[in-house]
């Protein structure tokens, strides 16, 4: 049986505070940790070993658009359609080149 998700990789998303990013697939968000810098914005997880694992309903991967990620809460950002084109391809190109 399939757990429903929240948010699926792929999707655009901007926090509280307006900062836009792209929620990332498991196997991207592994690659990115390791060569990505932690934002560490409001509203990510951020008690030791809480995040190694997703679920994509509470803890959200999130790479923003200043090139760090985040593991956010769920109810610190929304989907949105609205992300220029611009932004959302430089994004797809970092995932590109980091994944390989």
């Known amino acids: 049986m399939e ?18 990013g792209i929620v990332v697939s498991a196997e ?14 409001p509203g990510h997880y951020f008690a030791p070993g809480c995040c190694h694992n997703p679920d994509y309903v509470i803890q959200i991967p999130v790479l923003f658009e200043d090139g760090t990620y985040d593991v956010m809460r769920a109810m610190n950002i929304k989907r949105t359609a609205g992300l220029p084109e611009e932004k959302r ?6 995932i590109n080149n980091l994944t390989g």
């Open 28 to 41: 991207v968000f592994a690659k990115i940790r390791n060569s990505l810098k932690e934002g560490k914005r």
């Open 3 to 20: 757990r429903k998700r929240l948010f699926e990789a792929g999707d655009a998303v901007a926090t509280f505070t307006g900062q836009a």
């Open 89 to 94: 391809s430089y994004l797809l190109k970092l």
